[in-house]
């Protein structure tokens, strides 16, 4: 069973930076897609970025040229750094896998629905 766990979240004033750290245990395949999404109260849950399993990702407009989304070699853990935060930015954020692929991902949609395990979520909140 894969378990996804989140950590790294906190309060940052508008221009800082965090690090967003998700570790996969009991994933065992390297080069299937993972992503970060987040929800902020009252809104919808949207794709921030994706990793496909060549580690190419895609970015939501909002975000790009401020996050980067990477993982480790193993590819047990994920990571977001995020710089340049604003308000906008204050939000749950979910690291999200598919398990049980065996063949290279290529994906570079944000939509939520091709993944089926998720993280309980870290909590970024943002001050102006």
């Known amino acids: 069973q894969v378990q996804l766990v989140e950590s790294g979240g906190g309060s940052v004033q508008a221009g800082g930076s965090l690090r967003l750290s998700c570790v996969a245990s009991?994933?065992?395949?390297?080069?299937?897609?993972m992503a970060w999404f987040r929800q902020a109260p009252g809104k919808e849950r949207e794709g921030v970025a994706v990793?496909?399993?060549?580690?190419?990702?895609t970015y939501a407009a909002s975000v790009k040229g401020r996050f980067a989304i990477s993982r480790d070699v193993a590819g047990n853990s994920l990571y977001l750094q995020m710089n340049n935060l604003t308000p906008e930015d204050t939000a749950m954020y979910y690291c999200?896998?598919?398990?049980?692929?065996?063949?290279?991902?290529?994906?570079?949609?944000?939509?939520?629905?091709?993944?089926?395990?998720w993280g309980q979520g870290t909590q970024v909140t943002v001050s102006s």
């Open positions: 990793i496909d399993g060549d580690d190419d990702p």
């Open positions: 009991g994933l065992t395949y390297r080069r299937g897609c």
């Open positions: 999200a896998a598919k398990v049980g692929v065996t063949y290279i991902c290529r994906r570079s949609s944000l939509s939520a629905d091709y993944f089926d395990t």
